[in-house]
């Protein structure tokens, strides 16, 4: 059954007033037991970074604990499972529901994605990093329906409707009119008790995406703005709030548990006013239940759901009902795994995926390549170390851009974040051999549709560059250091030692053997995404004599086209 929307409020920048102007509760109220009788239950569902992983498969969800977790089909089903005996309930999101996404979903432009989600009865999510990644007009047709502009309807018959829930964007403001891109807040009755849902990405996303697709917009610091919008929910009479954010931090336990939780999330949660009752959160694909106290030490749970449907976050909110509030010491949440072997595939879903396995099923299977060893190391793992795909990838950008028709290109770079597979020989989805690489399969490792773009770049300038990889936490939030795959020829020295800016061992740069002149210059190939300043990678903005390239994805088909047989390539930076 499709949930629709209940009530939503967009809270313009002009209404909003400062934090000092909300009025704190007591430490001690958000701790008073009231009688049972004087309140209620409210269930909250919540999960984050689905990524259009849609289909329940290993190589697309990865198994947490030994268990097989996943799928659109099982996803429902377990929220369905959940929902029963509750009728006080909201299901909700953290962001990245779309972006960065498998086969079946990106190949359409998440149309499939979003379709699953309608069906499984979504109410509202935050926006992330990769709800941007096609821009901001894309987004907007995401939400309000329309076909694609340039590939149009993929049924004539059956225009995309756009998304039934809400996708909520608090501090992502227009700069024509100062008003956000999406509704700030969104606000649910339940039996006469009103919660409201703040929703924010993390204000580091400008630096996640290209930045001509969000040059329309900026985007605010976190604790700001929903301390505003707290002032301005608590005005319209609601007490109990939630925030949605797109942010997150990393810990070492179990899926249940906060082991050494780490920033950023701490210092947000220790910030976010004390009218705020619970913060969900996502981006760093952790799953996590914490208790972190708020600026009043009262503890406030922070969750978060791991990701791609593998986890849903149940939360208990337990609220007074006659002041509205949230009894924080009465309320609790537990993550559950979407197991596979819990609940039956739904329906609806299984119809879902077999009407977009059936057009995408002509292209997905088509052999393109092959490997002769795993070559590993994607976006999944550590974006913080050099890895085989990267590099591979990097060679297959110089490959596509090396001829003096094609950029002339000399070195090449490409970020291990934006590598979203790698290449198994033992994946074998659509009926191949061992060891074949099928178009999906290439798809998956560069799902976002970015150009190949040539510059001239000085030693100096190419120094610059890597030593970008580290930037401080204030900057990328979460993901302070985010590594470059590089291509053949091009070898350095890195000292993880030394301070930012002077990690790059002087001499060490090296073009075929022969060290870098750094007034010399070189032709660097990368991708647009990069080019532009994506991931802060700023010093590519210095590139002159720019030429463009093809698509990333048919650029990599052809070179696995004209390099069969490929292997790991070996590790081309030295780290001290």
């Known amino acids: 059954m499709t949930h629709r929307i209940t009530r939503v409020v967009a809270v313009g920048a002009a209404a909003l007033l400062g934090a000092t102007a909300l009025a704190v509760s007591p430490a001690q109220a958000k701790n008073d037991k009231p009688h049972p009788s004087e309140t209620m239950s409210v269930q909250l569902l919540s999960f984050n970074d689905y990524h259009g992983h849609l289909e329940a498969k290993n190589n697309e969800t990865r198994p947490i604990d030994g268990v097989d977790v996943g799928g659109a089909e ?96 608090a501090n992502v403001i227009r700069k024509d009119n100062g008003q956000p891109l999406l509704p700030a807040t969104w606000v649910k009755d339940f039996d006469g008790v009103k919660v409201g849902f703040i929703g924010m990405t993390l204000k580091a996303t400008p630096t996640l995406v290209s930045p001509k697709g969000v040059a329309s917009v900026d985007f605010l610091d976190e604790v700001r703005t929903a301390n505003k919008q707290a002032v301005a929910l608590k005005k319209q009479g609601v007490r109990a709030i939630v925030v949605l954010l797109h942010e997150g931090g990393y810990q070492e336990g179990s899926y249940n548990e906060c082991k050494g939780i780490t920033d950023p999330i701490v210092q947000i949660a220790s910030q976010l006013h004390p009218e705020i009752d619970s913060i969900i959160t996502g981006h760093t694909h952790q799953a996590y239940v914490c208790q972190i106290p708020d600026p009043d030490g009262v503890d406030r749970l922070v969750t978060s759901a791991a990701s791609y449907g593998r986890v849903v976050t149940e939360t208990s909110l337990t609220i007074n009902r006659r002041k509205g509030d949230v009894v924080r010491s009465a309320s609790s949440a537990t993550n559950h795994l979407v197991a596979r072997s819990a609940v ?43 890895t085989p795909m990267a590099d591979l990838v990097a060679d297959s950008i110089l490959w596509g851009t090396d001829g003096t028709d094609e950029g002339g290109a000399q070195i090449s770079f490409m970020n291990v974040g934006g590598v979203r597979g790698s290449f198994l020989m033992d994946a074998t989805a659509n009926g191949e ?24 770049l000085t030693g100096a300038q190419i120094k610059t560059v890597l030593e970008q990889q580290y930037q401080p936490v204030e900057a990328r939030g979460s993901r302070p250091t985010l590594a470059l795959g590089v291509s053949k020829g091009f070898t350095y020295q890195w000292d993880a030692s030394q301070p930012q800016g002077s990690r790059v061992v002087n001499g060490s740069m090296a073009l075929n053997g022969v060290p870098l002149d750094l007034n010399a210059t070189y032709r660097v190939s990368t991708l647009n995404f990069l080019a532009d300043g994506g991931d802060l990678f700023t010093g590519f903005t210095e590139g002159t004599n720019v030429a463009g390239g093809p698509e990333d994805l048919a650029n990599l088909v052809s070179f696995l086209k004209a390099n069969p047989g490929l292997t790991a390539p070996g590790s081309r930076v030295d780290g001290l």
């Open 344 to 386: 039956q595939p739904d329906a609806t879903q299984s119809a879902i995926l077999a009407k977009w396995n059936e057009l995408a099923g002509p292209i997905k299977g088509e052999v393109v390549g092959s490997i002769k060893e795993d070559i590993t190391g994607d976006a999944g793992g550590n974006r913080g170390i050099e």
């Open 74 to 169: 099982y996803l429902a089903s377990t929220l369905t499972k959940l929902r029963t005996g509750h009728p006080n309930t909201a299901t909700v999101a953290a962001g990245d529901l779309i972006g960065g996404s498998t086969f079946l979903s990106g190949m359409f432009h998440d149309e499939p994605a979003v379709e699953t989600l309608n069906a499984m009865g979504l109410d509202a999510s935050s926006v992330g990093n990769h709800e941007f990644d096609e821009g901001t007009d894309e987004l907007l047709r995401m939400q309000q329906g329309g076909c694609h502009p340039e590939d149009g309807c993929y049924f004539p018959d059956e225009p995309y409707a756009g998304a039934d829930f809400q996708w909520l964007a």
């Open 433 to 456: 051999q061992p060891g074949e690489i099928t178009y999906e399969e290439a798809y998956l490792v560069a799902p976002f549709g970015n150009l190949l773009v040539s510059m001239d």
